[in-house]
């Protein structure tokens, strides 16, 4: 899958794999299946993976999370701003990716 976004808004919805992954692994099925998918990878790897796999699914949570982070009043203006401005390259990358 190839996911176009903004660098920024792919370090964001990495973590929110990565967390994803902190909470599906509990459950000891999900560890089981997802182990035996990848029987060589170590806790390290299998995160990785996940992550790796999972990261395009989590872009629209993360844009989501930057937009409303516009909305709340204990953010600071020059965060808002740069907030602003990831948005608006995001969006005209999704604008030139419809071009090609």
Known sequence: MVAHCHI????????????????LIRDSRYYEAWKRENPDAGPQELERRFVEKNWPKCIAYARESLAEMLKRPDVLQTAKAQIMEILAKDQSLIRRRGRL
Do not use: M, N, T, V
């Open 8 to 23: 920024q808004i792919r370090e964001i919805a990495k973590a929110a794999a990565g967390h994803l992954y902190e909470r």
